[in-house]
């Protein structure tokens, strides 16, 4: 058995923020205080060098990762700090940095939000600490420390959006929520998912800028809303929560989009054809079939595999993940089991490629008790499959997986909140709403219009962490992983 665990994996932390409560510059006597804000997402950006967070308090933050990351340290892992932070005005429920970012570029660094009633906007990543510094700011130094967030210094203002895209209703003249938000390559449009709509938007075209602001094409995914049946049960009817981009990596690159809906509905849309729907069904039926049991309450992410055959259906309130054949409609392919994610708080995944001897591909997912865990050769076998190992991450719901390009390093973090005195963790999201997703109210998302969390309830664990992925060795495993038992 140790030398079974001496050749397998073995993930070795790296650097972490140890708690969301240190992120932003605050009076040393304060720092005592209980955290009030927990990371919801992270992701890397394009070139691998910076990652991406949204947090509970509003506030999107960018970590520079120190370019001696991969350097052996005897004094534990390295500190992070975030070189910027933009506070928006609501929660937001979807943010997509750009997918050309280089950090030696500062006109690419910007990022997409989605705030609650407002605009969909383009913020700088590295916004300036003073109204006098110059715009866009200058490429940020990992090892210092991060600029003094706007809402935590009043004298020094953040600056306004770069752009703005209104995605309106036309009826009541109000916005739409952005549930989630797709800006593939080569960066010149995105996509936002609504109820019942997808929008394409043109990125050059805004409400600050020149020409019009409007989306190019507005993609319903139900003929009409006006029909008491809602679509007469024609397309698939709910707010449009997950949007992935197909990989293939040719001039099609982005055209076959996949959509997932609270409803339970996925869709394949086909921008090459103004957005005609390629297909779509409901999941519901695979994920309560007997024998499986992985339940499920509304899509919240869908994931492309590396090779482009495949979808991985990510759903809140579920204990494991569906995947599918695109090349058959509706077919499903397998169930990955084992994963702790009954709850409504997003929980995000990740895919990679597999290794040359076990084929298909990888999935890595986190669970509400800080495990992450790894499912290898995905998409060589059709069934019920576990993971094939797993290890400690973090005290509290890993709310994002997400690997480096490298495939040697992955970023994960954590963070939720309960009522004091209770030993459960809450259901929280800012996507328990129902499934129309109109709400205007950022409480009605589980979230109040003040960030601050209200007396007696509790943050657990929210922090960020990178880990380095490799082969452990008999001289040093710092992380076990917990193999299952089948497996030994």
Same mark, same amino acid.
């Given at each position: 058995m140790e030398d079974q665990l001496a050749k397998g994996p073995q993930a070795r932390l790296l650097a972490s923020t140890t708690d969301q409560a240190t992120h932003r510059d605050r009076p040393h006597e304060d720092l005592a205080r209980p955290a009030d804000s927990f990371f919801k997402s992270a992701q890397w950006s394009a070139d691998g060098t910076t990652i991406f967070t949204s947090s509970s308090d509003n506030v999107v933050n960018s970590y520079v990762v120190p370019s001696d990351l991969l350097q052996p340290r005897e004094d534990g892992p390295i500190p992070l700090r975030a070189q910027g932070s933009i506070l928006l005005p609501e929660s937001t429920h979807a943010i997509a940095p750009c997918p050309y970012f280089s950090l030696s570029n500062p006109y690419t660094h910007v990022i997409l939000t989605g705030a609650v009633d407002h605009p969909i906007q383009l913020h700088q990543a590295f916004p300036p600490t003073s109204s006098d510094s110059p715009s866009p700011s200058p490429t940020p130094d990992p090892h210092h420390g991060p600029p003094s967030p706007a809402h935590r210094h009043p004298q020094h203002p953040q600056p306004p959006p770069i752009a703005t895209y209104p995605l309106i209703h036309p009826p009541t003249e109000s916005y739409l929520p952005a549930l989630s938000l797709l800006w593939p390559s080569p960066g010149t449009h995105f996509l936002a998912g609504t109820k019942n709509l997808i929008a394409y938007f043109d990125a050059t075209r805004s409400a600050s800028g020149s020409g019009t602001a409007a989306p190019l094409l507005r993609l319903p995914t139900i003929p009409s809303t006006r029909h008491r049946a809602k679509?007469?049960?024609v397309g698939m009817r709910g707010a449009v929560s997950a949007l992935a981009a197909h990989p293939d990596p040719g001039p099609a690159a982005g055209r076959l989009v996949a959509a997932g809906t609270w409803t339970r509905w996925l869709g394949l849309y086909d921008l090459a054809r103004a957005g005609a729907c390629v297909a779509n069904w409901c999941v519901a039926g695979a994920g309560a079939a007997a024998g499986r049991g992985v339940g499920g309450a509304g899509i919240l992410q869908v994931a492309w595999s590396p090779c482009g055959r495949y979808l991985v259906v990510n759903e809140r309130k579920s204990s494991g993940m569906l995947v599918y054949d695109v090349r058959v409609t509706g077919k499903l392919l397998g169930w990955l089991a084992g994963r702790d994610a009954d709850t409504h708080q997003r929980m995000t995944c990740d895919v990679f490629p597999?290794?040359?001897?076990?084929?298909?591909?990888?999935?890595?997912a986190g669970g509400r008790?800080?495990?992450?865990m790894v499912w290898e050769g995905v998409g060589n076998e059709e069934g019920?499959?576990?993971?094939a190992w797993d290890w400690q991450a973090h005290g509290s719901a890993v709310g994002s997986t997400a690997m480096h390009m490298s495939g040697s390093v992955m970023a994960t973090c954590s963070?939720?909140?309960?009522?004091?005195?209770?030993?459960?963790? =809450? @259901? *929280? $999201?800012?996507? =328990? @709403? *129902? $499934?129309?997703g109109y709400s205007g109210n950022a409480s009605s998302h589980g979230e109040d219009r003040d960030y601050r969390l209200k007396p007696g309830v509790e943050v657990q664990d929210g922090s960020l962490k990178i880990w380095s992925i490799g082969a452990a060795t008999s001289e040093e495993v710092d992380i076990e992983p917990n193999w299952p038992e089948s497996g030994m």
């Open positions: 679509g007469g049960g597999g290794s040359d001897d076990r084929g298909g591909f990888e999935v890595w008790d800080g495990t992450v019920y499959a576990r993971s963070g939720s909140w309960k009522i004091s005195g209770e030993e459960s963790q =809450s @259901d *929280d $999201s800012d996507d =328990s @709403d *129902d $499934s129309n």
